[in-house]
């Protein structure tokens, strides 16, 4: 019964955000799904991402979050398989479309530090490379992530 309403708030959840200080401050926090690269399997994500505002088109933006992957098929050993990894990052968010519209598209490029529980990774450089488009209070997008995943 828990890990429904576990699962219904991270539905809930999904990219509502919260703005502060003159439209500066930006906030969200997220879930997602998505798949391995090269591996049979999925990914599940769930994230918090402030933001503040340096210009109209260009933010700085952080990322802390929680990856769960489950390969069922690996790629070269067919293997299963699963690691959980947490992710600290900070980077840039670029939008091409001023503020003043009420559909923003966006780019985020971030990198910082992953702690993984794969035997042969540990601590490394983690990243983040995604596309979204955000209303109002709510957006979408695509990401490709550290331990080859996109997530949605």
């Excluded at 919260?18 to 599940?44: E, R, W």
């Excluded at 402030?50 to 933006?61: G, I």
């Excluded at 479309?97 to 601590?123: C, H, Q, S, V, W």
């Amino acid at each position: 019964m828990k890990r429904k309403y576990l699962l219904l708030f991270l539905f809930l959840a999904v990219a509502v955000s919260v703005t502060a200080q003159d439209k500066k401050f930006n906030s969200f926090a997220y879930g997602g799904v998505g798949t391995p690269i090269l591996d049979n399997g999925y990914t599940l994500q769930v994230g918090y991402n402030p933001s503040y505002a340096l210009s109209p088109r260009f933010s700085f933006e952080g990322q802390v979050s929680y990856t769960y992957t489950k390969v069922t098929s690996g790629f070269l050993n067919g293997e299963e398989d699963h690691a959980n990894a947490f992710h600290t990052l900070a980077g840039a968010r670029f939008y091409p479309i001023y503020p003043d519209k009420p559909n923003r598209f966006y780019i985020n490029a971030l990198a910082g530090a992953n702690f993984t529980n794969e035997d042969d990774l540990g601590t490394g450089l983690g990243f983040s490379v995604g596309a979204f488009f955000e209303r109002d209070k709510f957006a979408a997008g695509i990401a490709f992530e550290t331990l080859q995943n996109i997530t949605l």
